[in-house]
Structure formats: C-alpha cells, structure tokens
C-alpha cells in the first residue's frame, strides 16, 4: 500500500524524501515476505563449502567439518559443483577431464570404476543420498546438500532481476549477502583446471557488474549508505578495480565523508 501511495503522490516530495520512504517501504515488504518463507538458518541440509576451502559441514552445528581426502575426491566434487553452477550443461567428456580422470578409449572401464571408487569415498562425508548416480554423471543431490557458491550465484541472480523489476532496495540486499558469502575468498580453492579458472572469472564478473548497477542505481535514489555498503566491500575483494573505487569515493562524499573518500581515492594511486 506505502508503494502505491508513493507512486500516485512521488511529486509531493523531494528526491532525498522519495528515497527515503520507497526504502522503508520496500525494507516493510522485504521483512513481511521473510517472515512468510522459512529462514535459510533453518535449512537443515549439510553444507558443502566451495568458497576459501573445500569441506564438508554436518547439518548438525556441533559437529566437525569434513574434508575430502586426496586430489581426486576434492575435483570430483568440485566438479559436481562446477556442474550445478552451469545448470548441469557439462557433458561426460568435460566432466571427466575437469574431474582429473583420464579416459583410455580401449578400456573405458577404467574412468568409470576411478568415478565410482571416488564417489564411495565421497559419500562418507556427504551421505549415501548425498550423490544422485542415474545420470550419465554423478550429481550432487540438492535436496539433501547446499553449497555455499551456489547459494552466492543464486544471490546474484537475485539482485540483476531485482533490477530488471525496478526493486532497488531488494537488489541492495541481495547483493550485500553475495557480498558476505564470498567474503573476498577465492571459489573452488586448489583446482586449476581450465573449468574452475572460467568459473571463478565469471563469478568475479557477474559479482562485479552486480556491485557497479545496484550502487550506482542506490545513488540516483539518494542512498548513499546503500551505495558505500556495496561499494565499500566489494573494493576491499577487488581494490584494483578503480570504476568500483570511485563508486564508492562518491558514496562517501554523498555522506559528506571527504576525508574518507581522499584517503581511499590515495590508496587507490598507490595502486
């Protein structure tokens, strides 16, 4: 109802106003649709990490965290990973090769038992109905399992359609805890084949373009402290990135925080 209101009476208030209500209105919505969708706290999935390491945490919080053991049980994973992250478009070759598991075309058998040895590994951590078998290759099964990188692309999906709908504040929000997931640390640490190096760019792009248009839509609202809140952690992941520094230098004069904005805009020459 606050919504509609502003739509019909926007002329009646200045820019700074406008800003102001449209967030409080769009911060009511945003608690009143929460509180009619179960929290992610209560998720009582296991949590399998991609993001700063690789492991494996038990649904129950005061149990240890597993980690996979050897080269191959972690880029098998990682690579069922990679799989759901591209909407499971890998074929069995890519797979394979990403995975680290060489193919004898002579004896094909071979690359299925190295699969299946790793998944019976695999599931020591992650449970039996932790990896689905009846495809061509192996999936994780997301109805028992999340994962931290695909909780983050999720994240940022969220914010470019919240954008595309004309939903600033949403978009802010969404992006910030995109933000907090990846937290500057690198996805799918200690596998460097060709897959995961793409995969990590594109992250890092799509992460990146989320940042420069949620920020700079929040300044043309008026909400500076919604541009510094993206601008200023996504500088402190990329501080070479100088579109995403000055983005938040204006943030922060927008505050009147010159000082603070100097101060980054002098990190920022010293490269």
């Known amino acids: 109802m606050l919504l509609l209101l502003l739509r019909d009476y926007a002329g009646l208030l200045s820019v700074r106003q406008l800003a102001a209500e449209r967030k409080r209105a769009e911060g009511i919505a945003a608690e ?4 009619a969708q179960p929290s992610q706290d209560q998720d009582h999935r296991m949590m399998v ?7 494996v945490r038990p649904a129950d919080p005061s149990a240890m965290p597993a980690r996979p053991r050897g080269a191959r049980q972690k880029s098998l994973l990682g690579t069922m990973v990679a ?10 070759s890519e797979f394979l090769q990403a995975a680290g598991i ?6 094909p058998k071979l690359a299925r038992d190295a ?6 590994r695999l599931r020591d951590i992650v449970g039996h109905d932790g990896i689905v078998t009846d495809h061509e290759i ?3 099964n997301l109805d028992v399992v999340r994962v931290d990188l695909l909780d983050a692309a999720s994240l940022l999906r969220n914010a470019t359609e ?21 937290q500057g640390e690198v996805p799918f640490p200690t596998l460097y084949e060709g897959l995961f190096e793409e995969l990590r760019d594109d992250l890092e792009n799509r992460l990146r373009l989320v940042v420069l248009r949620t920020a700079t839509q929040a300044l043309r609202e008026g909400d500076a402290e919604g541009a510094e809140s993206l601008a200023g952690p996504a500088w402190g992941m990329l501080p070479g990135d100088d579109e995403i520094g000055e983005l938040y ?10 000082a603070d904005a100097e101060r980054v805009r002098k990190l920022m020459e010293a490269g």
């Open 115 to 120: 699969v299946n040895s790793a998944i019976y």
């Open 83 to 92: 799989n759901e992250l591209m909407g499971g478009r890998l074929a069995r």
């Open 162 to 182: 919240a954008l595309q709908h004309g939903r600033p504040a949403r978009a802010r929000d969404a992006a910030i805890r995109a933000l907090q997931h990846i």
């Open 249 to 258: 230098c204006r943030a922060l004069e927008a505050q009147g925080r010159r």
């Open 32 to 35: 009143r649709n929460n509180a």
């Open 49 to 55: 990490t991609m993001i700063g390491r690789i492991e």
């Open 138 to 140: 192996p999936r994780l």
């Open 102 to 107: 060489e193919v004898d075309h002579n004896d």
